[in-house]
């Protein structure tokens, strides 16, 4: 027999499926072949056509349907776009926030390191007819180089490579650039917004920044992931060095939001 406990469980769990299916048929134009994807009915791939205009390739029982809704239904970035906006997209997987900012008529570097990610990111961005997207297929890094990139152990976890977590077994060599080094070499004298959601690489990017590169950049927001040590890598750390150098900083739950002025 069900308890009290077990009951208001199972309440919220179809609670939350059905605010899930409510936002997607607000966003997404074809939402019942979404849905399958989300019900794992189906895995195989699709478009998924949002209803602001915006189309995706979907890698079906993949984490692309996550991301997709993530940014692009939930929006959990708390960032605003303006037209002719410089915007570097670091971890940027299918394009979902690249494609976005592009749309609001940004300038967007997309930075996407494993090349299964970055074909798609590429196609995604072609389907769109973008002309202000660069996908460029680096890691970001602290410096400029090659990194060992690991991967998950379940191939289905398309948004999850990581200079930091995976299998050692299991690993490829990616290129990587420092923020650095790329403002330097295309002679950019600000950037408006930096967003970063690259599993563990953004604690070395943000805190291996020279000062007058950081200088440069008005707006950061954060995805960070969460390790028991060292100390410094946590989104609470990060929030106070970036307050500390003259951003204010607003953190909501792992994402740390870091304006100048």
């Known amino acids: 027999m ?12 179809n609670a939350n499926k059905i605010r899930k299916l409510r936002r997607l048929c607000q966003h997404v134009e074809n ?27 979907v890698r079906g029982g993949s984490d692309d349907r996550h991301i997709v809704f993530e940014v692009l239904v939930q929006g959990i970035y708390p960032v605003k776009i303006a037209s002719g906006d410089v915007v570097v997209d670091v971890g940027a997987q299918i394009g979902c926030f690249a494609i976005w900012a592009a749309h609001q008529g940004a300038h967007v570097f997309a930075f996407e390191p494993f090349p299964e990610n970055f074909k798609v990111l590429k196609a995604n961005v072609a389907m769109n ?54 403002l330097r070499e295309h002679e950019l004298d600000h950037v408006d917004l ?14 291996g920044l020279r000062a007058d590169t950081l200088a440069k950049i008005r707006c950061l927001v954060v995805e960070c992931e969460r390790f028991d040590q060292p100390e410094a890598w946590s989104v609470e750390a990060l929030g106070r060095f970036l ?19």
């Open 2 to 13: 069900l308890n009290r406990e077990d009951v208001a469980m199972g309440y919220s769990v």
């Open 31 to 57: 939402w019942p072949r979404t849905l399958l994807d989300h019900l794992k009915i189906t895995k195989k791939e699709y478009i998924c056509k949002m209803k602001n205009g915006l189309k995706l390739r």
């Open 129 to 182: 007819g973008l002309k202000n997207v660069e996908a460029l297929p680096y890691a970001v890094a602290a410096t400029s180089g090659t990194r060992r990139m690991l991967l998950p152990t379940d191939p289905s976890h398309s948004g999850r490579y990581s200079l930091y977590r995976g299998t050692a077994d299991q690993a490829v060599d990616v290129a990587s650039i420092s923020l650095d080094d790329f």
């Open 194 to 207: 930096v967003k970063l959601d690259c599993q563990g690489s953004e604690y070395e990017i943000v805190y």
């Open 243 to 261: 307050s500390e150098r003259g951003f204010g900083v607003h953190i909501d739950g792992g994402i740390c939001l870091a304006r100048r002025g």
